[in-house]
């Protein structure tokens, strides 16, 4: 804060927990990571690289350098470990993980079939080295998954070792929690709020009308992923009523009056 305004929300700092911004690193260069943590590394806990980008990553231990040196949580997209495990690679995808440098992973099954108690497996071995988040969802419009299902993955991946789970959403935000429209599927959601500690609940958010969504329904503090870039500080000024989406959300009653 460049200014101690009042009624501003507290955020979480420092190593956070809770309050999490992934950003989504599709693919910036060297130069672009550094101008990107100068602005924006203090409301940013963990960088994606996207997809399975980190096999053509120019400079991919010297990103991951970079970002940890920033106080960052860098690690590969889930599409990446699916990418390993689909060829029968999955100790290989561990020694790469290892030896980029990384400390988190991710651990998915959203373009391919695979069985659940497979996936819990991958997370209790990763889960001896790694801190893992595990996406819940499917990346292929028209695969369906009840509520009870997403809630029951969820647990029992938590459960398993995955520091958090991950909702699926895509870098479009047009699947898994949301319609194709890019509207939420809400009573999805408040089946898992109902459930899971949000705490534990990353979610997928690259739009801002979902991102303001999910902070007028869990707070300032909610953990939000695939955030673009350019759009990290854009966020959180979002997160503590400094764009008009969420103005008198964080207002007390008496200064509602002034509404337009």
């Given at each position: 804060m460049n200014f101690p305004l009042s009624h501003i929300p507290e955020r979480t700092s420092g190593e956070r927990e809770v309050g999490l911004t992934m950003m989504m690193d599709k693919g910036l260069s060297l130069k672009e990571a550094g101008h990107f943590i100068e602005s924006s590394a203090p409301y940013?806990?963990?960088?994606?690289?996207?997809?399975?980008t980190a096999l053509i990553t120019r400079d991919l231990k010297e990103k991951v350098k970079l970002y940890k040196s920033?106080?960052?949580?860098?690690?590969?997209?889930?599409t990446l470990f699916?990418?390993?495990?689909?060829?029968?690679?999955?100790?290989?995808?561990?020694?790469?993980v290892d030896e980029s440098g990384l400390h988190n992973v991710e651990v998915s099954d959203g373009t391919i079939r695979?069985?659940?108690?497979?996936?819990?497996?991958?997370?209790?071995t990763l889960a001896k080295d790694f801190q893992?988040?595990?996406?819940?969802?499917?990346?292929?419009?028209?695969?369906?998954?009840?509520?009870?299902?997403?809630?029951?993955?969820?647990?029992?991946?938590l459960e398993t070792g995955s520091w958090k789970v991950i909702a699926e959403a895509r870098e479009s935000g047009t699947i898994g929690i949301y319609d194709s429209d890019g509207s939420a599927n809400?009573?999805?959601?408040?089946?898992?709020v109902k459930a899971i500690s949000v705490d534990d609940v990353l979610w997928e958010a690259p739009n801002k009308a979902q991102q303001t969504m999910f902070i007028k329904l869990l707070g300032a503090n909610v953990n939000l992923g695939n955030i673009a870039p350019h759009?990290?500080?854009?966020?959180?000024?979002?997160?503590?009523?400094m764009r008009g989406d969420t103005f008198f959300d964080v207002l007390p009653e008496e200064f509602h009056s002034r509404k337009q």
């Open positions: 940013t806990d963990l960088v994606k690289f996207g997809f399975g920033a106080g960052l949580k860098p690690y590969f997209g889930g699916e990418m390993f495990y689909v060829r029968g690679e999955f100790d290989a995808f561990r020694r790469f695979m069985d659940h108690n497979e996936k819990l497996e991958c997370i209790a893992v988040l595990s996406e819940i969802g499917s990346k292929v419009k028209g695969v369906e998954m009840s509520n009870e299902v997403w809630v029951t993955q969820m647990k029992t991946e809400q009573e999805l959601i408040d089946d898992i759009e990290v500080v854009s966020l959180e000024a979002l997160r503590c009523g």
